[in-house]
């Protein structure tokens, strides 16, 4: 009997048969995620949009021309151009910069504040959590955008401090989801592990059991990114944001609601366009995760 013996042409074959290439993964993932894939298509093309400004505005967002004020859409204005002549295409994607940065900055911030809260809540139990729920629930109890509202006009119009206004509101959303997943996991199997090899609280609290907590942490922040957006152009639009001449999609419809009437619809439908389309790539982002992240929707 003679043994035959594979040639490289046929290993090479068989692997490629057996690992499908990126693009053939990729494909297959967004068969299987469609409501994900377009999220994180919508928001990338916004973020891009956003970085590449400089390169893609055909205007200086901060240019006026009264000449030019209330022009309607066409192949010179995209958008149109607003109450002073501005160019609107210009300054939303100028905008857009601003809005994600707002909307990364309140959910870090509040990621960063609300998760120890919950952490130690769960983990330690007793007068520790009874403490920390207390205050939570007295800043959850009131109505989240009237906080916001009180907090950015104590503090003042401006980027840091919206941002900031946004995410105090938020900090219960986050402390809260971490206690209740903290009082599941701190009694598993490696947590008592852990304790079992002599290991400090400290070290399970932080190096066992926070890393594992965090999955509910990543749908709700995708989600947190959208309202946080929501929350910045509300704020700004009554005057206690980004104010003027700052490109922000919150101020440019304040400056266009007004002229609706006289009929100028443009000045505030596409700035509020592209914070619909912001807002909804975020959503499917969050319902994608929660439903690849839950075990139950297996």
């Known amino acids: 009997m003679v043994a035959l013996s594979k040639s490289p042409t046929d290993e090479t074959s068989a692997n490629d048969k057996a690992e499908p290439g990126i693009m053939t993964r990729l494909s297959r993932w967004i068969a299987h995620n469609p409501v994900t894939a377009l999220g994180i298509g919508i928001v990338l093309f916004i973020a891009i949009a956003g970085l590449l400004a400089p390169l893609i505005a055909p205007y200086d967002p901060y240019s ?7 022009l309607p859409p066409s192949a010179t204005h995209f958008f149109g151009t607003g109450l002073f002549g501005e160019d609107i295409f ?9 809005d994600l940065l707002i909307g990364i900055g309140a959910v870090i911030f509040g990621i960063a504040v609300g998760c120890p809260v919950g952490a130690l809540a769960g983990y330690f139990s007793g007068k520790v959590d009874e403490i920390l729920m207390r205050v939570m629930d ?28 946004i995410a105090f ?13 903290f009082l599941i996991i701190r009694s598993s199997t490696y947590a008592m592990a852990a304790q079992g090899v002599g290991a400090s609280r400290w070290r399970i609290l932080w190096w066992h059991l926070l890393p594992n907590s965090l999955a509910p942490i990543f749908v709700q922040a995708t989600l947190q990114f959208g309202w946080a957006i929501l929350d910045a152009a509300g704020l700004s639009f009554i005057g206690l944001g980004v104010r003027l001449p700052t490109p922000e999609w919150g101020v440019m419809i304040s400056l266009g609601v007004p002229q609706i009437i006289s009929g100028q619809w443009w000045v505030s439908f596409f700035p ?27």
Do not use: E, T, W
């Not at 906080?147 to 503090?155: D, E, N, R, W, Y």
């Not at 509101?169 to 997943?181: Q, S």
């Open 64 to 70: 006026l021309n009264p000449k030019n004020r209330l």
């Open 90 to 98: 210009s300054r939303i994607l100028y905008g857009a910069r601003i």
């Open 272 to 298: 509020g366009l592209a914070i619909f389309i912001s807002v909804m790539g975020f959503n499917l982002i969050g319902d994608g995760l929660n439903d690849l992240l839950d075990p139950k929707s297996k």
């Open 169 to 181: 509101v938020n900090v219960p959303v986050y402390a809260r989801l971490m206690r209740a997943k």
């Open 138 to 165: 007295i800043i959850a109890a009131f109505p989240g955008f009237i906080l916001a509202m009180a907090i950015a006009g104590v503090l003042g119009p401006s980027i840091p401090n919206l941002i900031i206004a």
